[in-house]
T-cell receptor, first 112, second 110 residues
Framework: DAEITQSPRHKITETGRQVTLACHQTWNHNNMFWYRQDLGHGLRLIHYSYGVQDTNKGEVSDGYSVSRSNTEDLPLTLESAASSQTSVYFC???????????FGSGTRLTVV | EDQVTQSPEALRLQEGESSSLNCSYTVSGLRGLFWYRQDPGKGPEFLFTLYSAGEEKEKERLKATLTKKESFLHITAPKPEDSATYLCAVDTSGTYKYIFGTGTRLKVLA
């Protein structure tokens, strides 16, 4: 069965370190997204991609970057982790058309 | 500024006690409105897409409706397994980028 997987599920890192969160989908979806979820803010868009070599900034992109070298993967990199980036991160993918997102199970990141 | 507001923030129901969750939106243009269910520690799960005022969608005990300013998620005779956070999102531009509300935490008591 097709799926979207995120790794790791939990991560603790120190302020200033570079961190990469993985997202891999086997749905063959062109559209992929990274959101963060915080109490009181809901889900906020960080970066998104409509296909290979395409990346775009979302609402809260400062301090984050993504790359899209193939259809299946959209890794999210925190260049220099900050305490404000402690959050739960969700990756999602969607096909063309209005079918809604398929979300991964999330990565809980703690920056200490 | 485009905005999505969900109410109430939290809702406790007895099993079998029907109710509605509200999602109001102020956006420049509505391409689609989406409802998701999220269980603790998991990613949101897609429920419905609504496109135009007057449209309704149903799935088991859930029915979603849409007007020009808001959407309702009606839960009929809920069961404890319906306990979850329900999220509403809108696509204003047809670009697949959604604006999410902060959700309604539903607890159904046996």
């Amino acid at each position: 069965d097709a799926e979207i997987t995120q790794s790791p599920r939990h991560k603790i890192t120190e302020t200033g370190r570079q961190v990469t969160l993985a997202c891999h989908q086997t749905w063959n979806h062109n559209n992929m997204f990274w959101y963060r979820q915080d109490l009181g803010h809901g889900l906020r868009l960080i970066h998104y991609s409509y296909g290979v070599q395409d990346t775009n900034k979302g609402e809260v992109s400062d301090g984050y970057s993504v790359s899209r070298s193939n259809t299946e993967d959209l890794p999210l990199t925190l260049e220099s982790a900050a305490s404000s980036q402690t959050s739960v991160y969700f990756c999602a993918s969607s096909p063309a058309g209005d079918y809604g997102y398929t979300f991964g199970s999330g990565t809980r990141l703690t920056v200490v | 500024e485009d905005q999505v507001t969900q109410s109430p923030e939290a809702l406790r129901l007895q099993e079998g006690e029907s109710s509605s969750l509200n999602c109001s939106y102020t956006v420049s243009g509505l391409r689609g409105l989406f409802w998701y269910r999220q269980d603790p520690g998991k990613g949101p799960e897609f429920l419905f897409t609504l496109y135009s005022a007057g449209e309704e969608k149903e799935k088991e005990r859930l029915k979603a409706t849409l007007t020009k300013k808001e959407s309702f998620l009606h839960i009929t005779a809920p069961k404890p397994e319906d306990s979850a956070t329900y999220l509403c999102a809108v696509d204003t531009s047809g670009t697949y980028k959604y604006i999410f509300g902060t959700g309604t935490r539903l607890k159904v008591l046996a």
